[in-house]
């Protein structure tokens, strides 16, 4: 439907209210005065009604409509306000890690079946929910309607077209190229942000200062939009600049408070200050309204795990796996469910607690369900770590071998530690992960996910009769476990 046949039938909604009793009654419905008095209200009321979805539009010097606008105010090839505004709110819950993207995006191309970026939406919606096939064919979808777009959207949809055929590389020159004419086409933005875009999972050195300078870029551009001060905020964390962080989110949540993107920024930020009291009671208020089929709340949960795993609350720790965090019930993206899981299964044995092995065996069994082959290297070593824990000698020697990831340099002496480690080998172990430590970082993950190393570090240590260099290095490489860490016997 065309947007001046939808104009023409708004009027025909309030044809009751004129042909109401009272109506009759005033003005006898066959007068003159009565018809004129019809045409004039009926004009009147759809105005009324259509002046705020209209006014956006943008017109042509003859007045006909050109298209809608998006909220950042970027042009939308589609000339219907219902189009626009579920494309709009699908936007919203992807900025906001919030459930709901593929309905919104599904009822934007309901609504104009033609509208290419809709479609693209979809595509990326379908990407979160681990839909691969209706990611593809959302995409081919947007492919079937690309005449007639402007220069921007074609460009839009030309970097979702590269990542969906896994041309990573290709993709994120595409985004960088992408967001310099376009800093504020957000959608495209967001896939070089955040802990596990192309830039965080990148595998090169310094990847975290080059995050920074994308998200410093992109802030420029779009001012106190509370989508952009989360994500910059995590950047700002990751290299340590802590209460710039911890303003931004603060900014953000002010604006938007469902924003879980900010949440989660906010509870590193909280984690990287030592705050885990109060980072714990926050997590535990604000997830009480988050939906649990969205992206973030297997994540969240596992935050709030590990701060229960350092305050000695074991009930409350297994509480929390077992409802939100296990393979299987977690709704989050298989990444994350792997090295959630793994890491806080690890990370509570070397505190000193018992682990199942029935918890570690059906982890294994999800990674070499999700993650069959390597080449995913911040997956591959928490792979390695459930098949050396689960006992699985096979999955674990492709995993010492591989060539394959952004990586791989870095997955095999890990993969090698863990199979040390599962035989007691400490030593062994310790030869293994030591080189890893110069650079962990270009294995992707954040801070507080690669404390799995640090904190498997510092146990080696231990186990290898090196005390005081444990509690040394410790102070060099991460301060907030100088005096405590969470690891038995580490005093």
């Not at 504020?184 to 995050?211: H, K, W, Y």
Request: proline share 4%.
């Amino acid at each position: 439907m065309d947007h001046a046949a939808k104009v023409s039938e708004e009027p025909k909604a309030e044809i009751a209210y004129a042909e109401h009793p009272v109506g009759h009654q005033v003005c006898p419905q066959n007068s003159r005065a009565f018809k004129s008095m019809f045409r004039v209200s009926v004009f009147v009321l759809a105005l009324i009604n259509c002046e705020q979805r209209f006014s956006d539009m943008r017109y042509a010097e003859n007045g006909s409509v050109l298209m809608l606008t998006d909220r950042f105010g970027l042009t939308l090839t589609t000339s219907l306000p219902d189009a626009r505004d579920a494309y709009v709110k699908g936007i919203d819950h992807i900025l906001a890690a919030t459930f709901g993207a593929s309905v919104a995006f599904s009822a934007a191309v309901a609504a104009d079946p033609g509208f290419a970026l809709g479609h693209v939406g979809l595509a990326r919606a379908r990407m979160y929910d681990g839909d691969m096939p209706g990611a593809q064919k959302a995409i081919a979808s947007a492919r079937s309607f690309a005449s007639g777009l402007t220069e921007r959207e074609e460009s839009h949809l030309a970097v979702f077209d590269l990542l969906l055929q896994g041309r990573v590389s290709e993709a994120r020159g595409a985004v960088q190229e992408h967001t310099a004419n376009h800093p504020r086409d957000v959608l495209v933005a967001q896939i070089c942000t955040n802990i596990f875009g192309l830039i965080g999972m990148s595998g090169e050195p310094g990847r975290e200062s080059t995050q920074l300078a994308y998200t410093t870029k992109l802030f420029d551009a779009l001012g106190a939009d509370w989508w952009i001060m989360s994500v910059h905020g995590q950047a700002l964390c990751e290299v340590g600049r802590l209460d710039e962080a911890m303003s931004m989110m603060d900014r953000s949540l002010a604006l938007n408070n469902a924003n879980a993107n900010a949440s989660h920024f906010k509870a590193h930020t909280l984690y990287e200050q030592g705050s885990g009291e109060a980072g714990r009671a926050y997590l535990a208020d604000w997830i009480s309204d988050y939906d649990t089929r969205s992206l973030l709340h297997g994540h969240l949960s596992w935050h709030r795990a590990l701060w229960a795993l350092e305050q000695e609350d074991e009930a409350e720790l297994w509480a929390i796996y077992d409802g939100a965090i296990a393979p299987t019930v977690s709704y989050s993206l298989p990444i994350n469910v792997l090295t959630d899981a793994a890491a806080l299964l690890y990370r509570s044995e070397i505190a000193g607690l018992k682990v199942p092995p029935e918890r570690w065996r059906d982890l294994s069994e999800y990674a070499s369900q999700f993650f069959p082959n390597p080449g995913m290297s911040f997956a591959d070593i928490h792979s390695a770590l459930a098949h050396a824990m689960a006992g699985d000698g096979e999955r674990l020697a492709v995993l010492t071998e591989t060539q394959s990831g952004f990586a791989a340099d870095l997955v095999r002496p890990v993969a090698q530690a863990w199979r040390a480690i599962a035989r007691q080998d400490w030593t062994a172990a310790l030869q293994h992960l030591t080189p890893v430590m110069a650079d962990h970082a270009r294995l992707g993950g954040s801070r507080a996910q690669r404390d799995l190393l640090e904190l498997t570090y510092l146990n080696l240590l231990l186990r290898s009769g090196h005390a005081p260099e444990a509690h040394r290095t410790a102070i060099a490489r991460r301060p907030i476990f100088s005096q405590s860490a969470p690891i038995a016997g580490f005093a």
